[in-house]
């Protein structure tokens, strides 16, 4: 089952004096890039909160973020009586005014609040650890989600592709047909006596050039070993990417090698099948 590396989760935690929201926004990348805000107070566990989104989500664009709103009257900000007082007396000895206009100038001086820093409380981080896994958990169920939409395509596209092949494979022998029609045509043309025994040699010469056997077995095979992988328990986008390449490289050379504007036609067409399966395979994990 394969995974979309695009994805949103979410996990809600309220605590005494605060609620938080833990936030999670996946988008495709070819390797893992974590983007992370969080309070101040948290920082000394950004490496353990990376790691197990490292261990957890393995690629993509992370955004993961925590929000804080507090909803206890306590405050970790205080007013520093004394300095305050201080910048109210000077400020006195150089302007006029009443002691609210002093207030007001007063607290935007340095030193005016002192702001308590706050000290994480282990069992409260347990909490927030088990709320952030469930945050992972809705992430990758959408991802999953995402994975069984783009799957479901794949497997159409992979079809489609297939049956093409198979009516490359009805034309063939009508291919080889027209081109030895015309070959003996262009010769005929140039009014010459020829010898057909070396003309048929050099004309069964050409065609093996021309001979697509190979790729046909190698496209078959392609395609079923990308249905093999999508049918397996892990997502590989990389992998997958790496057969599509292998299923592009058969279908030119079969393109390059048809010399025949019907088989060139299916060709285009098995194309931009795989073009579209290309593109979605940039958003599977």
């Known amino acids: 089952m394969i995974h979309s590396m695009t994805g949103y989760g979410k996990s809600v935690l309220q605590l005494p004096t605060k609620k938080l929201t833990i936030e999670l926004k996946s988008l495709n990348s070819k390797n893992l890039d974590i983007n992370s805000r ?10 353990a909160i990376r790691k197990l989104l490292a261990n957890e989500l393995l690629r993509g664009k992370i955004d993961f973020s925590i929000y804080v709103e507090t909803t206890a009257e306590d405050t970790s900000t205080q007013i520093n009586t004394p300095v305050v007082k201080q910048y109210i007396q000077q400020l006195s000895q150089v302007v006029n005014g009443d002691d609210i206009e002093l207030l007001k100038m007063a607290v935007r001086f340095p030193d005016a609040l002192n702001t308590v820093r706050e000290e994480i409380n282990e069992n409260e981080w347990q909490l927030i650890e088990a709320e952030i896994k469930k945050a992972i958990d809705d992430l990758n169920d959408h991802r999953l989600d995402e994975g069984k939409v783009l799957e479901s395509d794949f497997r159409n596209r992979v079809n489609t592709i297939d049956t093409i092949l198979e009516e490359v494979v009805k034309m063939d022998p009508e291919r080889v047909q027209g081109v030895r029609e015309r070959l003996h045509k262009s ?15 050099e004309l069964i010469f050409y065609i093996e050039k021309l001979d697509i056997t190979e790729e046909k077995v190698r496209l078959k095979n392609h395609l079923n070993y990308f249905i093999e992988c999508l049918n397996s328990s892990d997502s590989n986008g990389k992998k997958l990417g790496f057969i ?6 058969e279908i030119n050379t079969i393109g390059s090698k048809s010399n ?5 036609q299916l060709v285009v067409q ?14 599977v994990l």
């Open 38 to 47: 969080m309070p101040s107070i948290y920082r000394e566990k950004e490496l």
């Open 187 to 201: 010769v005929e043309e140039l009014k010459d006596k020829f010898d057909e025994n070396r003309f048929e040699q």
């Open 244 to 249: 599509s390449q292998e299923i592009g490289r």
């Open 270 to 283: 098995m194309k931009d099948e795989l073009e579209k399966i290309k593109e979605q395979l940039l958003n």
């Open 260 to 264: 025949y504007a019907p088989m060139q």
